[in-house]
């Protein structure tokens, strides 16, 4: 692969029968395919790399290519300093074998070439992703303590001081990247997300999303670094149930950039921004009925509780069956329904224990 290889789109990747649906047509190199979010582009090119005729087979074609996404902390844990980190999955021959049998083929795994299929990762990985093609090829380990009060006498922030280097990349190819993510920004799918006197390079993106079975609308992510020139930040926005990536993660990532290089948030327009995002209600439908259901019975199990605690502390009880003893009864007044029947329990009295002593004692001197 180099800046030279071009593909032609129009508007689907056809290579492997069912179409592989993409928003942008036209020849591609690689600057514009990034910029302009060309899926047939990554399609022809993962295929390229898995067929290429230097490798025995596909296993070590795309053992090879796994290599390069391990280098990139993908696949593993990175080691941040924070429990239950996620490795995500960068799967392997292995895996596929357990599905396709040792014969699988490329098109048996194309959607991997745009960051779907079984490829899973964390948005620290795709933050860190934004940092590495920040510094061409070098990343240190997300981490959130930068120091010690008195010293770090026991050396356990010396990890976060190592410089991890990804395999080798030749120099052009991170100045294309470059060079296509600062297009994303400025004609490409990041346009509307560009940050005024920054420039910042982004990559637009979709991830799939279903819930139970059920397609749901895909989640927005867009990745970036700035200023291009002497990075100073690098970040990773997903926006759940947001559908694309250039309609929300995008602004609130620029707005972010903006608000982190500058300390202020500059233009109505960008101001009104914020508060259009930060009102922004995403939940789907399907998501919603069911916290609906989740909250309906947590407050009759509250509801429950909350009447047990009362009966447990106040030392209520419930007034026994009475006999109505005197044969004179009033007309209007009503009648102890049987035992055993919801209104029986209904007509129950709830008296204290003093209360209760005090008409038993009344009933032996009168009966």
Request: glycine fraction near 8%.
């Amino acid at each position: 692969m180099d800046d030279q290889f071009t593909v032609s789109c129009g508007g689907a990747y056809y290579g492997c029968g069912r179409p592989m649906g993409c928003h942008a047509a036209g020849t591609f190199t690689l600057k514009p395919a990034i910029s302009k979010s060309c899926n047939s582009y990554f399609a022809a090119t993962y295929r390229r790399i898995l067929e290429n005729p230097k490798y025995p087979n596909r296993d070590s074609a795309l053992n090879s290519f796994n290599q390069y996404a391990y280098s990139f902390g993908l696949g593993r844990r990175l080691g941040v300093d924070l429990p239950s980190e996620k490795m995500g999955n960068i799967p392997t021959p292995k895996y596929y074998h357990g599905i396709f049998g040792k014969n699988w083929q490329s098109c048996n795994i194309i959607s991997n070439s745009i960051g779907q299929g079984e490829i899973a990762t964390s948005l620290t990985q795709l933050a860190n992703v934004m940092a590495i093609i920040a510094n061409k090829g070098w990343y240190y380990t997300p981490h959130l303590i930068d120091s010690i009060d008195g010293g770090d006498e026991f050396g356990l922030l010396d990890k976060f001081k190592v410089k991890h280097r990804t395999k080798e990349i030749p120099a052009y190819i991170w100045e294309e990247v470059h060079e296509g993510m600062q297009g994303t920004m400025e004609f490409g799918t990041g346009f509307y997300a560009k940050v005024p006197g920054i420039n910042v390079c982004g990559k637009t993106g979709t991830v799939e999303n279903a819930y139970r079975g059920e397609k749901l609308k895909d989640h927005a992510f867009f990745g970036a670094f700035a200023p291009r020139e002497n990075p100073r930040i690098a970040i990773a926005v997903m926006c759940e149930n947001a559908g694309y990536g250039a309609t929300s993660a995008a602004p609130i990532a620029s707005l972010l950039i903006e608000k982190y290089l500058k300390d202020s948030i500059t233009g109505n327009d960008r101001k009104a921004k914020v508060e259009q995002l930060a009102n922004m209600n995403l939940i789907p439908p399907q998501m919603k009925r069911q916290m609906v259901k989740r909250d309906s019975l947590r407050q009759a199990q509250q509801l429950a509780a909350a009447k047990k605690a009362a009966r447990d502390t106040s030392g209520v009880e419930e007034a026994p069956e009475e006999t109505d003893t005197d044969s004179s009864v009033t007309p209007n007044k009503p009648q102890p329904a049987k035992k055993g029947t919801k209104r029986d329990s209904a007509n129950k009295v709830a008296l204290l224990p003093e209360e209760q002593r005090k008409i038993n004692i009344k009933r032996k001197t009168t009966a």
